[in-house]
């Protein structure tokens, strides 16, 4: 098990790692960061709107699946977006430097850390 602090800091240890954040999607509330680049909190505000419209739509379909992660692609970053399986109103946000990072690797740690965190 781990804690806040300790998973936001093993996610901005991943090559290329920029920053990394927890937000609770119910608020837009940034629960905890790690790293810099970026204004946490106005991304945290702005990506609640992507997990919302996205959860919104999965019940809209009548699916019944989860959504283990968002991937958003920049000239210059990869943003990886992961609801928590335990709390899928809560999300790990991950920014990475696309020239200098692994995506692969990136969102098997994101995915290893949701397995490990609790709140």
Same mark, same amino acid.
């Given at each position: 098990m781990s804690n #806040? $602090?300790? +998973?936001?800091?093993s996610l901005t240890g991943i090559d290329g &790692? !920029?920053? &990394?954040?927890l937000v609770d999607?119910? +608020?837009? !509330?940034?629960?905890?960061t790690a790293g810099s680049g970026l204004d946490l909190d106005v991304? &945290? &505000?702005?990506?609640?709107? @992507? @997990?919302?419209?996205?959860l919104? $739509? @999965?019940?809209s379909l009548g699916l019944d699946e989860q #959504?283990?992660?968002?991937?958003? $692609?920049?000239? +210059?970053?990869? /943003?990886i977006i992961r609801p928590l399986a335990s709390t899928p109103e809560v999300f790990l946000y991950l920014v990475l430097?696309?020239?200098k990072s692994n995506l692969a690797l990136a969102r098997l740690k994101v995915?290893? #850390?949701? $397995? /490990?965190l609790t709140l």
């Open positions: #806040i $602090t300790e +998973s936001l800091e &790692a !920029m920053c &990394a954040a999607s119910s +608020s837009g !509330m940034v629960l905890g991304a &945290a &505000a702005g990506n609640t709107e @992507v @997990v919302r419209a996205k919104r $739509t @999965v019940k #959504i283990e992660d968002i991937l958003i $692609t920049l000239s +210059s970053q990869y /943003h430097d696309r020239a995915k290893d #850390i949701d $397995t /490990h």
